[in-house]
């Protein structure tokens, strides 16, 4: 298994950016996929998840209206859009799956929201 994030970078209070995770390895299809975020000094957090079947999300409170997350079964990838980003959405973000029997992880990709 293996995933594989791109599309961070520095956005400026109240900008936009689109993450990405592509998958091999395994089944895309049939697996949930999460977003997970780690700000400097915290723990790992999750941001969100997308079902297999109908590609449903579902948000932490924190980014609940400004993050969507979707997939693209034919290209085995998920997706986070990031909309009116705050200072406080810095963080390294991670792509994870449970999948197979275990927990897996991307190398992450860090965003950072500043001016």
């Known amino acids: 298994v293996q995933l594989v994030e791109s599309g961070g970078g520095l956005v400026q209070p109240g900008g936009s950016l689109r993450l990405s995770c592509a998958a091999s390895?395994?089944?895309?299809?049939?697996?949930?996929m999460s977003w997970y975020r780690q700000a400097p000094g915290k723990e790992r957090e999750l941001v969100a998840v997308?079902?297999?079947?109908?590609?449903?999300?579902n948000y932490a409170e924190s980014v609940k209206g400004r993050f969507t997350i979707s997939r693209d079964n034919d290209k085995n990838t998920v997706y986070l859009q990031m909309n009116s980003l705050k200072p406080e959405d810095t963080a390294v973000y991670y792509c994870?799956?449970?999948?197979?029997?275990?927990?897996?992880w991307g190398q992450g990709t860090q965003v950072t929201v500043s001016s």
């Open positions: 390895g395994f089944t895309f299809s049939r697996y949930g």
């Open positions: 997308v079902t297999n079947v109908g590609g449903r999300g």
């Open positions: 994870s799956t449970y999948a197979l029997g275990s927990r897996y």
